[in-house]
C-alpha cells in the first residue's frame, strides 16, 4: 500500500511540474506577442523588409512572364531560370 501511495504521490508531482512548464511558456510566448514594444527595436528591419517585398515582387513578375511563353517545355525551362536567379529552389 505504500508504495503505491508513494508512487501515485510521485506521478502527481510529475504532472504538476509538467503542466507548471509548459504555462509557464505559454505565458513567455503569449507576452512577447502581446507586447512588441518589449521587444528591441531593429532601425534596419523597415529597409530589410522594403527590400525583401522587392525582390518578392520581382520574382513574382519575372514568373509572371514565364507563363506568357507558348510552349510548356520553355515555361519550365523560364521558371527553372528564374528559380536559380532568385533562389528559390
Request: glycine residues 6%; aromatic residues 4%; charged residues 20%.
Amino acid at each position: 500500500m505504500n508504495k503505491r501511495l508513494l508512487f501515485s504521490t510521485l506521478m502527481a508531482g510529475v504532472a504538476a511540474l509538467a503542466l507548471a512548464g509548459a504555462v509557464s511558456a505559454a505565458e513567455q510566448t503569449q507576452g512577447s506577442e502581446q507586447n512588441p514594444a518589449a521587444q528591441p527595436a531593429d532601425s534596419g528591419g523597415t529597409n530589410a523588409q522594403h527590400d525583401a517585398t522587392k525582390d518578392k515582387d520581382a520574382y513574382f513578375a519575372a514568373l509572371s512572364k514565364c507563363d506568357e511563353l507558348k510552349s510548356v517545355a520553355e515555361q519550365q525551362q523560364c521558371m527553372d531560370t528564374v528559380r536559380k536567379q532568385y533562389g528559390q529552389m
